[in-house]
């Protein structure tokens, strides 16, 4: 083997350890971004009755609209889990499109998030009404923000599929992206469980 | 990571599927009033904690065999941490709140 071949090796070696270690760091991001969550559900348990005579859970909640919300960011997982596996079979023209699809999701679940919140604060229930209500636009809107920040990252990865190709770094931030897409998926059950079904009942 | 761990088209449908049912399920009950008292929240429960596990097998992929193991340690950590934290935050105030009444 040639001296610079040999190099290139090396190379190609070192980027794919440097790569699995930011795979490792963003796996410890994860998990404490799900501490900061739990620790915004147990605020939200503590204050969901202290509506201070003012709108309680029952009126200002809609399950047929937490219903569709759910329903977006459930067919997204699944949209990035097709674009996932069109990037493992190294088609990059079908990771473009699966993403496109799972970018129109996000947005759209975006867009029903924000008509529910102005709603709410157009009928006078806006976080400073109550301990309820502040925790709640706590808790409900910094998963909004991650999913904004999610929507982001889905439009970076996008320009990098078309301009660099699927190489090694763009796999592995799609890849990254993937785990935080998931990983949003899943709080969101836990809004459902914790805050919209047991407060409409 | 591994990255091309069976990422088949078959896994992600099977957690898809499982995920719908799984939430169906507690929509149902809430929305049709099906259930009253305390055995709708015992479903809601256990409905979400099978949908985190099935998020986490069929669309995260972790698995005993290939998932790295200082991931699974950590992954072990943050439950951890959110059993003491959340557990000892619920603990406390619903005492306080019981004392107050």
């Known amino acids: 083997m040639s001296d610079t071949a040999m190099n290139e090796d090396l190379l190609e070696h070192e980027e794919r350890k440097s790569l699995e270690s930011r795979e490792f760091g963003f796996w410890v991001y994860l998990m404490t971004d799900a501490i900061i969550f739990a620790l915004l559900f147990a605020s939200y348990v503590v204050l969901s009755k202290n509506s201070a005579a003012g709108p309680t859970s029952k009126d200002v909640f809609d399950l047929s609209h937490t219903a569709g919300e759910t329903a977006l960011l459930l067919f997204s997982s699944l949209t990035f889990g097709l674009a996932t596996i069109a990037m493992s079979l190294g088609r990059s023209g079908r990771v473009v499109q699966w993403l496109i699809v799972t970018l129109v999701l996000g947005l759209g679940f975006l867009a029903m998030e924000m008509i529910e919140f102005s709603g709410m604060i157009g009928q006078g229930a806006g976080p400073e009404t109550s301990g309820f209500l502040s925790a709640f636009f706590t808790l409900v809107g910094t998963h909004g923000l991650h999913v904004a920040f999610g929507v982001i990252g889905i439009c970076v990865m996008i320009g990098q599929v078309l301009a660099k190709g699927l190489t090694i770094p763009v796999r592995s931030r799609l890849f990254r992206l993937g785990l935080f897409w998931h990983f949003l998926d899943i709080v969101w059950i836990g809004i459902f469980s914790v805050v919209y079904l047991p407060g409409v009942m | ?101």
Not at chain 2, 18 to 35: K, N, S, Y
Not at chain 2, 56 to 77: D, I
């Open chain 2, 1 to 101: 990571m591994d990255h091309s761990a069976e990422r088949t088209l078959s896994t992600y449908l099977t957690g898809f599927v499982l995920a719908v049912v799984l939430t169906a399920i507690p929509f149902a009950l809430v929305w049709g009033g099906l259930l009253t008292g305390p055995a709708v929240y015992y479903v809601i429960a256990v409905a979400a904690v099978l949908q985190v596990v099935v998020h986490l097998v069929f669309f995260l992929h972790l698995n005993l065999r290939s998932t790295p193991a200082e991931n699974l340690f950590f992954l072990g950590f943050a439950a951890v941490l959110i059993f003491i934290m959340v557990g000892g935050s619920l603990w406390i105030m619903m005492d306080l709140h019981h004392r107050m009444m």
